[in-house]
Protein backbone atom coordinates (compact mmCIF):
# COMPACT_ATOMS: atom_id res chain seq x y z
CA UNK A 1 0.00 0.00 0.00
CA UNK A 2 0.91 3.38 -0.99
CA UNK A 3 0.29 6.71 0.96
CA UNK A 4 1.92 9.58 -1.35
CA UNK A 5 3.50 12.34 0.50
CA UNK A 6 1.97 15.59 1.60
CA UNK A 7 2.56 19.23 0.15
CA UNK A 8 1.78 21.00 3.09
CA UNK A 9 -0.40 19.48 6.52
CA UNK A 10 0.58 17.81 9.46
CA UNK A 11 1.43 13.79 10.13
CA UNK A 12 0.69 12.58 13.89
CA UNK A 13 2.76 9.91 13.80
CA UNK A 14 3.73 7.00 16.05
CA UNK A 15 0.51 7.17 17.82
CA UNK A 16 -0.11 3.73 19.75
CA UNK A 17 -1.32 1.11 17.82
CA UNK A 18 -5.37 0.79 17.32
CA UNK A 19 -5.63 4.89 19.22
CA UNK A 20 -5.63 6.41 15.75
CA UNK A 21 -9.55 6.20 15.17
CA UNK A 22 -9.94 7.53 18.60
CA UNK A 23 -8.07 10.50 18.05
CA UNK A 24 -9.15 10.88 14.75
CA UNK A 25 -12.80 11.14 15.61
CA UNK A 26 -11.21 13.52 19.04
CA UNK A 27 -9.80 15.81 17.37
CA UNK A 28 -13.19 16.33 14.47
CA UNK A 29 -11.13 15.78 11.54
CA UNK A 30 -14.40 13.77 9.61
CA UNK A 31 -15.07 17.60 9.70
CA UNK A 32 -12.24 18.70 7.34
CA UNK A 33 -12.99 19.65 3.85
CA UNK A 34 -9.13 17.67 2.61
CA UNK A 35 -7.96 14.30 2.32
CA UNK A 36 -7.17 12.63 5.98
CA UNK A 37 -5.50 9.03 6.27
CA UNK A 38 -5.64 7.16 9.13
CA UNK A 39 -3.35 4.09 9.07
CA UNK A 40 -3.37 1.35 11.50
CA UNK A 41 -0.72 -1.01 12.40
CA UNK A 42 1.96 0.33 10.24
CA UNK A 43 4.98 -0.97 10.95
CA UNK A 44 7.48 0.74 13.50
CA UNK A 45 11.03 -0.29 15.02
CA UNK A 46 10.65 2.26 18.07
CA UNK A 47 7.16 1.11 19.37
CA UNK A 48 6.47 -1.81 21.86
CA UNK A 49 4.67 -4.51 19.53
CA UNK A 50 6.48 -3.49 16.07
CA UNK A 51 3.43 -1.55 15.37
CA UNK A 52 1.92 2.17 15.82
CA UNK A 53 -0.84 4.30 13.81
CA UNK A 54 -0.57 7.17 11.62
CA UNK A 55 -3.26 10.32 10.56
CA UNK A 56 -1.60 12.26 7.72
CA UNK A 57 -3.72 15.83 6.71
CA UNK A 58 -3.10 17.30 3.41
CA UNK A 59 -4.25 20.87 5.10
CA UNK A 60 -2.38 23.19 7.20
CA UNK A 61 -5.06 23.19 10.33
CA UNK A 62 -5.01 24.04 14.30
CA UNK A 63 -4.72 21.24 16.13
CA UNK A 64 -5.73 20.94 19.68
CA UNK A 65 -2.59 19.58 21.32
CA UNK A 66 -4.54 19.11 24.73
CA UNK A 67 -6.57 16.10 23.33
CA UNK A 68 -3.48 14.76 21.45
CA UNK A 69 -1.48 15.07 24.52
CA UNK A 70 -4.57 13.22 26.33
CA UNK A 71 -4.93 10.44 23.92
CA UNK A 72 -1.02 10.30 23.51
CA UNK A 73 1.47 12.16 24.97
CA UNK A 74 4.31 9.74 22.82
CA UNK A 75 3.06 11.06 19.43
CA UNK A 76 4.64 13.05 16.99
CA UNK A 77 3.59 15.85 15.31
CA UNK A 78 5.41 16.63 12.29
CA UNK A 79 3.96 20.12 10.31
CA UNK A 80 4.85 19.96 6.53
CA UNK A 81 5.04 23.40 3.99
CA UNK A 82 6.64 23.21 1.25
CA UNK A 83 7.89 19.85 1.29
CA UNK A 84 9.84 20.25 4.59
CA UNK A 85 8.98 18.34 7.87
CA UNK A 86 9.25 20.49 10.69
CA UNK A 87 9.16 18.78 14.37
CA UNK A 88 7.30 20.15 17.15
CA UNK A 89 8.38 19.73 20.53
CA UNK A 90 7.92 17.06 22.56
CA UNK A 91 4.23 16.81 23.98
CA UNK A 92 3.01 16.42 27.10
CA UNK A 93 0.42 15.07 28.89
CA UNK A 94 -1.96 18.42 29.79
CA UNK A 95 -2.18 19.46 33.42
CA UNK A 96 -6.03 20.10 32.55
CA UNK A 97 -8.68 19.06 30.59
CA UNK A 98 -11.70 20.82 29.17
CA UNK A 99 -15.14 18.79 28.26
CA UNK A 100 -12.97 16.15 26.50
CA UNK A 101 -14.72 13.21 28.90
CA UNK A 102 -17.53 13.09 31.41
CA UNK A 103 -17.59 12.43 34.89
CA UNK A 104 -19.33 9.29 35.18
CA UNK A 105 -20.19 10.00 39.05
CA UNK A 106 -24.03 10.43 38.92
CA UNK A 107 -23.53 11.93 42.34
CA UNK A 108 -21.03 14.47 40.71
CA UNK A 109 -22.65 18.57 40.17
CA UNK A 110 -22.32 18.01 36.86
CA UNK A 111 -24.87 15.37 36.16
CA UNK A 112 -26.76 18.06 37.82
CA UNK A 113 -25.88 21.08 36.66
CA UNK A 114 -25.54 20.70 32.85
CA UNK A 115 -23.67 23.95 31.97
CA UNK A 116 -21.00 22.85 34.59
CA UNK A 117 -17.65 22.04 32.26
CA UNK A 118 -16.27 18.39 32.68
CA UNK A 119 -12.90 19.60 34.09
CA UNK A 120 -10.47 17.14 34.88
CA UNK A 121 -6.99 17.61 36.51
CA UNK A 122 -3.60 15.63 36.18
CA UNK A 123 -2.68 13.55 39.55
CA UNK A 124 -0.57 10.91 38.21
CA UNK A 125 1.56 12.01 35.66
CA UNK A 126 3.58 8.41 35.31
CA UNK A 127 0.32 7.01 35.13
CA UNK A 128 -2.00 9.14 33.29
CA UNK A 129 -4.67 9.46 35.94
CA UNK A 130 -6.91 12.42 35.86
CA UNK A 131 -10.19 13.28 38.41
CA UNK A 132 -12.88 15.08 37.94
CA UNK A 133 -12.59 18.60 39.82
CA UNK A 134 -16.10 18.24 41.73
CA UNK A 135 -15.68 14.86 43.36
CA UNK A 136 -12.32 13.65 42.57
CA UNK A 137 -13.72 10.66 40.16
CA UNK A 138 -10.85 8.64 38.47
CA UNK A 139 -11.76 9.49 34.62
CA UNK A 140 -11.20 5.95 32.62
Known amino acids: ?3 SPIENGIV ?12 YKALGLSELDCLVAVINN ?3 RKMPG ?5 IKIDAEIELNLDIIGYFDPGITVNVIKNGVNTKLPKIDAPKEI ?9 RCITSV ?9 LTDSENMVYRCIYCETKAK
Open 1 to 3: MTI
Open 12 to 23: LDHITAGKGMEL
Open 42 to 44: AYS
Open 50 to 54: GKKDI
Open 98 to 106: RDLIKCKNP
Open 113 to 121: EQELPHVFK
